[in-house]
């Protein structure tokens, strides 16, 4: 059975203890509904709290709004386009980390 345990302040651990006792983690996440969410999923529920989802897609999809209009207007020379890459980079692997508790 997989449980979630508070690992540090703003951290929230799933995972199960195995056999002899010793935890075995499985994510981590930011608040303890997501892990409620993932612990749900994992032992079966076939309900899924999808606001969490899009509250998270909707963060993503402003941020990099944000991201290139801070970018407009900027010379376009390999440092601008590496840190605009370096900030979408980051956004595309936040969505998918969302997107892998959900599958």
Known sequence: MYVYIKSEPNLYTVGFYDPSGDWQPESDHATKEEAGDRVAYLNGSKTVDITNFIKT?????EDCETD????DGKPFTGKTLGEL???LEAKIQALAKNLKRYL
Do not use: N, Q, T
Request: net charge negative; glycine share 8%; proline share 0%.
């Open 85 to 87: 890459h370096g900030i």
């Open 57 to 61: 897609l909707d963060l993503i999809i």
């Open 68 to 71: 290139v209009k801070e970018f």
